[in-house]
């Protein structure tokens, strides 16, 4: 039986609890140190699945005030695939108007994730 323990800091509400898990076989035994629900919630899949919301801004065309528009992926993607993400965004310019949760890019980096607008432009 091969016991780890692993040191996080919350990101699931602005309290930033010092959690520790400890797996046990690679399998989340005990998670302490959280205040909420969440941190249990978030410790587990941090260890075993981390995911991530990616935000960016790329550029519009079409548009004589707005220039770029903020973008961010809809949902999670895994962690791993961060950077793929930016890369595939780095090519990506929408034509104006843009509205809040248009699809800038779907499926990106073939994650089943699209990103999304986060404002009007």
């Excluded at 205040?35 to 548009?63: H, K, L, Q």
């Excluded at 949902?75 to 104006?96: C, H, I, N, W, Y």
């Excluded at 248009?102 to 990103?115: E, H, K, P, R, S």
Aim: charged fraction near 20%; glycine fraction near 8%; include cysteine.
């Amino acid at each position: 039986m091969t016991e780890e323990k692993r040191r996080l800091t919350c990101i699931r509400c602005p309290r930033g609890c010092a959690l520790e898990v400890t797996l046990v076989d690679g399998v989340v035994a005990t998670v302490t140190g959280n205040s909420c629900r969440r941190g249990d919630v978030y410790a587990r899949a941090e260890v075993t699945n981390p995911t991530r919301v990616v935000t960016s801004s790329v550029p519009v065309a079409g548009s004589a005030t707005a220039h770029m528009v903020s973008v961010k992926t809809a949902g999670d993607v895994p962690k791993g695939a961060v950077f793929s993400v930016m890369e595939a965004l780095r090519d990506v310019t929408v034509q104006a108007p843009v509205r809040i949760g248009d699809v800038a890019l779907a499926n990106v980096a073939g994650t089943g994730v699209d990103v999304v607008a986060t404002r009007n432009a």
